[in-house]
């Protein structure tokens, strides 16, 4: 029988094995990200473990499923392979929330401020962005309330940054800026995973109606999946992800972009057949790369940890260097 | 009664952006015929077929389980298959079976270009790829706008034919072409508007004299040797 959606038999036969290949990857990966740490390889007694690595672990792979799925299904959406999750302005709305956070001192008073902060901005910020957009919203509106929304995020992020009241909060925020899951707790981990899991789901339920805009919106119309209401899902799913991953994590770019490009050649480009993986893969690779941050200072003369946005970004960059070339061939 | 899958639409009045588009209209299309909108540019035919898709705003809603609509100039965001495109026209039915996919592959002659990306084939091969799409629904009624827009004539006579036959298998089919010597060699009805209202709604001989007029050339009878449609014998 022919797989899924009546998909080229070379595809559906490559799919189970791309699916169990990302599994089996993503379990080695969690297994090396709990024995990896500041301590060096190995087994570490419980309480670096629950404390530490668990929710740094599980905040990798949850922050980076997100970031995948959201790509992928922004992208579909959109009908554009050039959309980023980040396009929607809620990672920079929940930037600015934590930044607020920052520059008011909460943050060193009660530590918990600086995520729940992270949340209120990406909360406000989802709201904004569907009050402009309305209920059947349409692609370049979209995208158009979420430009805007990032500039006002950018621009008042730049603001505190300028009236920071003393050099150690404009480091502090600075570094945050750049993204990172060191230090974070199971606390970190049980505010972002609720809202994580809830715009995932949602997200993973979308494929049907993203094959039905790959004709267009008429099409889509007329097969009974209007593109408003998809594109209205779509955004309620991503905010949801992209909020809580940048309140616990900060900025991470790129890993949204690059994942669905990384499977299209193997599963093909129907945008229902690359939800789950793009799931997968973004869970392996941010995973991959946090551990690659951790292990750095192990391997080199470094001071301090990579920050994690700043090494997606150097290992993202080349990737859509090689992109851009196969889609100019 | 009316008879299953016939659809009716009354508008008496449909303007887009403040303009009017179309006015009066009260039509009806039944299973079984193949009917082709024909006009001069502008005149609303793709407002029409839009209207009676139920896509615009005020029209009834249709069921897309029954009706299939394949719009001018659609084309794939993504580059997959041949077969991946026919079947989202499973979409509707919410199943992924396999018959109903293979048989509208089959039907419009492209079977061998199952596996092949539809950003890779020649318009024509895609042209017939959208309509599979709709095939692969299985509906009562095909809305199509110009499927046979910028083919070859070969291929434009062998997509007609299928929708002909289509039609006498008990579908209702509604086309927009602009080839009116395709729509007199297949077309059950034609109906002509002319801004916006159908000024003319019959069987071809009777509509075709004034659908020259509405576009402003003569009719008669020419002589010349001249391309004949498939199967037609040459005269000694």
């Known amino acids: 029988m022919d797989g899924a959606g009546g998909q080229p038999a070379g595809a559906a036969v490559r799919r189970v094995p791309v699916i169990a290949g990302l599994a089996m990857l993503l379990a080695v990966l969690l297994a090396l990200g709990l024995l990896t740490g500041a301590a060096g390889f190995g087994v570490p007694?419980?309480?670096?473990?629950?404390?530490?690595?668990?929710?740094?672990?599980?905040?990798?792979?949850?922050?980076?499923?997100?970031?995948?799925?959201?790509?992928?299904?922004?992208?579909?959406?959109?009908?554009?392979?050039?959309?980023?999750?980040?396009?929607?302005?809620?990672?920079?709305?929940?930037?600015?929330?934590?930044?607020?956070?920052?520059?008011?001192?909460?943050?060193?008073?009660?530590?918990?401020?600086?995520?729940?902060?992270?949340?209120?901005?990406?909360?406000?910020?989802?709201?904004?962005?569907?009050?402009?957009?309305?209920?059947?919203?349409?692609?370049?509106?979209?995208?158009?309330?979420?430009?805007?929304?990032?500039?006002?995020?950018?621009?008042?992020?730049?603001?505190?940054?300028?009236?920071?009241?003393?050099?150690?909060?404009?480091?502090?925020?600075?570094?945050?800026?750049?993204?990172?899951?060191?230090?974070?707790?199971?606390l970190h981990l049980a505010l972002a995973a609720p809202p994580i899991a809830l715009g995932c789901a949602l997200l993973l339920r979308l494929g049907g109606r993203l094959d039905a805009l790959a004709l267009g919106e008429e099409v889509a119309a007329s097969l009974g999946a209007p593109a408003g209401r998809t594109l209205l899902l779509a955004a309620v799913g991503v905010a949801l992800v992209v909020g809580a991953g940048t309140a616990v994590a900060g900025g991470i770019g790129f890993v949204g972009l690059v994942v669905p490009h990384l499977l299209r050649p193997a599963l093909g480009e129907r945008p229902g057949a690359i939800l789950a993986p793009s799931l997968l893969a973004g869970a392996a690779l941010l995973l991959a790369a946090d551990l690659l941050a951790r292990s750095l200072p192990l391997l080199l003369p470094l001071s301090a940890e990579p920050p994690l946005g700043v090494l997606t970004a150097l290992l993202g960059a080349p990737f859509l260097v090689r992109i851009a070339r196969r889609m100019a061939a | 009664m009316i008879a299953s899958g016939t659809i009716k639409l009354a508008l008496p009045l449909v303007a887009l952006a403040g303009r009017p588009v179309l006015r009066d209209i009260d039509v009806a299309f039944a299973p079984g015929q193949l009917a082709a909108l024909i006009g001069p540019n502008g005149a609303g035919k793709t407002t029409l077929l839009r209207a009676l898709a139920g896509l615009l705003p005020g029209t009834p809603p249709r069921d897309p389980k029954r009706l299939a609509y394949v719009p001018q100039g659609a084309r794939s965001a993504w580059g997959m298959t041949v077969g991946q495109v026919a079947a989202l026209g499973r979409i509707p039915h919410g199943d992924q079976r396999e018959a109903p996919v293979a048989r509208a592959l089959a039907a419009c002659g492209i079977v061998g270009l199952r596996e092949a990306r539809i950003d890779r084939i020649s318009g024509g091969q895609a042209r017939r790829a959208m309509l599979a799409r709709a095939f692969a629904t299985e509906p009562e009624m095909f809305l199509l706008d110009e499927p046979t827009a910028d083919l070859d004539p070969a291929a434009a006579h062998a997509i007609m034919a299928l929708l002909r036959d289509t039609a006498r298998a008990g579908a209702g089919v509604v086309v927009v072409v602009h080839a009116l010597d395709l729509a007199r060699l297949y077309a059950d009805r034609l109906l002509l508007l002319v801004d916006g209202r159908i000024t003319a709604d019959g069987p071809p001989d009777t509509v075709l004299p004034r659908a020259a007029a509405a576009f402003g050339l003569p009719w008669g009878i020419d002589p010349a040797p001249r391309l004949l449609p498939p199967g037609a014998a040459a005269p000694a």
């Open chain 1, 45 to 186: 007694d419980a309480t670096i473990l629950w404390q530490l690595r668990l929710p740094r672990t599980a905040l990798a792979a949850l922050v980076g499923a997100g970031l995948g799925l959201s790509g992928a299904v922004l992208q579909g959406a959109l009908r554009n392979p050039l959309a980023d999750p980040g396009l929607l302005g809620i990672g920079g709305c929940a930037s600015l929330g934590a930044v607020a956070a920052f520059y008011w001192g909460i943050s060193a008073a009660f530590a918990p401020a600086l995520p729940l902060a992270g949340l209120a901005g990406a909360a406000l910020g989802s709201a904004a962005l569907l009050a402009m957009a309305g209920r059947a919203p349409a692609g370049p509106s979209l995208i158009l309330a979420g430009v805007a929304l990032s500039a006002l995020a950018a621009a008042l992020l730049a603001m505190a940054l300028a009236l920071a009241p003393n050099p150690f909060a404009l480091a502090e925020i600075t570094f945050w800026l750049m993204g990172g899951l060191a230090d974070r707790s199971l």
